[in-house]
């Protein structure tokens, strides 16, 4: 079993939608981090979280340290937001990946 | 822009060369990380560096190596490169040694293995 779980794999959805992304991990940890990754390569942080929840713009990310676990939320998803979403826990000195979910909005 | 600049962007080597790899992180950002992506995979850590030492390291052999430089650089070594050592090479900063901050990450190095 890896250490941190992501679901779902691959998600694809209209243009509109409410996307959610779930993570859960079963390590201790000292922060979670949600990225997205392009076409290409670049990975981009969009949040780093040790308790509570965040938000930027139309992303949304919550994090459960009893439960251990974490969801990434888009609200009135659009196109452009079609990328990689990775989460990633920081344990013992190392950042430990979640295999990612691809997500597609279709127009 | 994350204010980390990878280079080369893409190389191609032999099956047995040595590859140097480089990172500039943003000023002040005194802890990077090394990643490897395979094709289709998530990123896997290599190592870690915290004001010059190494302070953490994932599995990987010692022909994976590092440095981490006094002006914010830094650079993967990979000896005797073996065909699965093809992959994206991703480095990250952040000012945290404890990575409880944001993370900047450069755009990545391509290395193929011929």
């Known amino acids: 079993k890896n250490e941190v779980e992501q679901s779902p794999q691959n998600l694809t959805a209209q243009e509109g939608e409410f996307i959610t992304i779930n993570c859960s991990y079963s390590v201790g940890i000292s922060a979670l981090h949600w990225l997205q990754q392009h076409p290409g390569g670049g990975i981009v942080s969009l949040f780093m979280?040790?308790?509570?929840?965040k938000k930027h713009g139309r992303l949304i990310a919550t994090i459960n340290i009893q439960e251990k676990h974490s969801s990434l939320h888009i609200t009135a998803s659009h196109p452009r937001d079609s990328a990689v979403y990775i989460c990633a826990v920081y344990s013992n000195y190392q950042l430990i990946w979640g295999a990612g979910t691809k997500l597609i909005i279709k127009p | 822009e994350t204010g980390v600049t990878q280079s080369p962007t893409h190389l191609i080597k032999t099956r047995g060369q040595q590859v140097t790899l480089r990172c500039s992180s943003q000023?002040?950002?005194?802890?990077v990380s090394w990643y490897q992506q395979a094709l289709g995979q998530g990123p896997q850590f290599i190592f870690q560096?915290?004001?010059?030492?190494?302070?953490g390291r994932g599995n990987f052999p010692p022909r994976f190596s590092g440095l981490q430089f006094p002006n914010y650089s830094s650079e993967l070594n990979v000896n005797a490169l073996e065909l699965d050592d093809s992959a994206l090479y991703l480095c990250?900063?952040?000012?945290?040694?404890?990575?409880?901050?944001?993370?900047?990450f450069g755009e990545g190095s391509r290395l193929t293995v011929l």
């Open positions: 990250a900063s952040t000012i945290s040694a404890q990575n409880t901050g944001e993370l900047f």
């Open positions: 560096y915290y004001r010059e030492e190494e302070n």
């Open positions: 000023s002040g950002h005194n802890t």
């Open positions: 979280l040790s308790s509570g929840k």
